[in-house]
């Protein structure tokens, strides 16, 4: 009760604006007692203690969905500035003189305040989905002006209070985004998302057709937003929540996905300051790649499941955490997301006994998975047309003796100018790390184990 009367203790409590979803339980005699945790707890200490090798897990498998040249793979990893359409100068001309009224919001890099203040309008919005033509009728100009000095301001509104209409706020979110310095999605990732609305199934002859992979397309797209910055990410989330309760609300209010992609896709995804002939024609393709990220919005902002997976062995070297969605989405996938990644349990109880009785088979089976995982990568490296991502990927290879494949098997290249980065420990680490794995597993066998569970869920929580 006194740290609930401590106004220092309220005062950070009312600053904290999202729940930490981690709850850790004390271990008790009861062994059945289970430990929940977010599923993507992992990843995100991935993400911040170890940034380089989180960045290249993602990265290695973008490229494995979608063939990225060699001078697109330098801007989506930033060695290189994004080199997007640009405009003929008479748009770009007008464009700065609409912006010349900056603030801390409108026209500023994007972040954490200003997403605060934005989040008025997102909240205000999401409690008016049946005014019919949302996003599209536009609001009053004086009263947009008004409340856009008061959010350049921080004032805090109460929009509640009949002074202005859904369609004022609708307009301005739009005006928002379109003046950030940089679209939403970022120029970095601009041709990356042209690619992945690529991405089509294949017949039974292996021939390409027309028909989207959907998987694919959800799976590409998790791992791009997580290499989106932090700011981007969190007010992308905000933005397609929103237009996915809207699309959902079509029957009312009038706008479908698509109409809210053609929208939305000039004010997050166009590269800044052009035309819609500057495009050469990719109008309909970035248009349909909005539509598909509203409709599959709350899919894509969870980490894949052997990101999951790699990141919890990362730091823990342990396969009795599994939880029921990983076993659910691994079901039926025999190759690819999880190639190089050992098979955990499949199911989300592990007990001592357990553990006792199967660690020692395992020990061999793991290796043995690695080593056919490892000869599979390396064959699909040789595949890929000659480029310097190729050379630089065999490289990480032959400086690992043991990672090497007969000679044989090799695919000849040239040599030149090689630059090494962290792959090559990736992979050492599938492989050297699985004796280390099966060393612990049997120390651990010996004595007793708690019992652990996860939930599984893995539910999105709505902003709205």
């Known amino acids: 009760m006194a740290a609930e009367n ?8 009312e600053r904290r ?9 004390q271990e008790k005699n009861n062994a059945s007692q289970p430990v929940i945790f977010n599923p993507d707890f992992f990843v995100e200490r991935l993400r911040h203690e170890h940034p380089q090798t989180y960045a290249d897990l993602v990265l290695s498998n973008i490229t494995r969905l979608i063939d990225l040249p060699g ?8 060695e290189s500035e994004p080199r997007v359409p640009s405009s003929s100068g008479f748009l770009r001309s007008l464009n700065f003189l609409k912006r010349k009224d900056k603030g801390v919001v409108f026209g500023a890099p994007l972040t954490e305040e200003g997403i605060a203040q934005i989040y008025q309008l997102i909240e205000y919005l999401s409690k008016n989905l049946q005014v019919e033509g949302l996003f599209r009728v536009p609001g009053h100009s004086l009263r947009q002006a008004a409340l856009r000095e008061m959010l350049n301001a921080g004032a805090e509104i109460d929009l ?3 002074d202005f209409h859904p369609n004022d706020a609708a307009t301005l979110l739009k005006t928002y985004l379109g003046e950030l310095p940089e679209p939403l999605l970022t120029h970095r990732h601009y041709h990356a998302h042209l690619k992945i609305g690529e991405l089509t199934r294949f017949d039974d002859k292996g021939d390409k057709t027309n028909v989207p992979d959907k998987e694919r397309q959800i799976e590409a797209f998790q791992l791009l937003f997580m290499l989106l910055p932090p700011a981007n990410r969190s007010l992308l989330k905000l933005l397609l929540d929103l237009l996915y309760h809207t699309a959902r609300n079509q029957h009312i209010n009038k706008m479908s996905a698509k109409n809210l992609a053609t929208m939305f896709a000039p004010h997050i995804i166009w590269p800044k300051n052009v035309m819609a002939s500057d495009l050469q024609g990719n109008i309909e393709k970035l248009n349909n790649g909005i539509a598909f990220l509203i409709r599959h919005s709350q899919k894509l902002f969870k980490a894949p499941v052997y990101v999951k997976e790699y990141a919890r062995l990362y730091f823990t ?4 955490l599994q939880s029921k969605d990983d076993s659910t989405l691994r079901s039926g996938t025999k190759d690819g997301p999880m190639a190089g990644v050992p098979t955990a349990p499949a199911s989300p109880f592990m007990r001592s006994s357990e553990v006792s009785n199967t660690c020692t088979a395992r020990s061999s089976e793991t290796q043995n998975y690695t080593e056919s995982a490892l000869k599979e990568l390396y064959q699909q490296v040789s595949n890929m047309p000659e480029s310097a991502k190729k050379k630089k990927l065999i490289r990480q290879f032959e400086k690992q003796p043991l990672l090497t494949p007969p000679a044989d098997s090799r695919t000849p290249f040239s040599r030149k100018h090689w630059r090494s980065r962290s792959l090559g420990g990736i992979i050492k680490r599938k492989v050297l790390g699985g004796q ?5 597993e049997n120390s651990r066998a010996q004595g007793s184990l708690p019992t652990g569970s996860i ?3 893995g539910t999105e929580k709505n902003w709205l």
């Open 17 to 25: 604006e999202t729940k930490c979803s981690v709850s850790v339980s």
């Open 436 to 440: 280390a794995l099966t060393e612990k």
């Open 160 to 162: 509640e209070t009949g």
């Open 455 to 457: 939930d599984g869920q």
């Open 6 to 13: 401590d106004p220092q203790n309220n005062h950070k409590l």
């Open 71 to 78: 001078d697109e793979f330098a801007q989506l990893t930033g």
């Open 317 to 320: 070297g342990s396969k009795s």
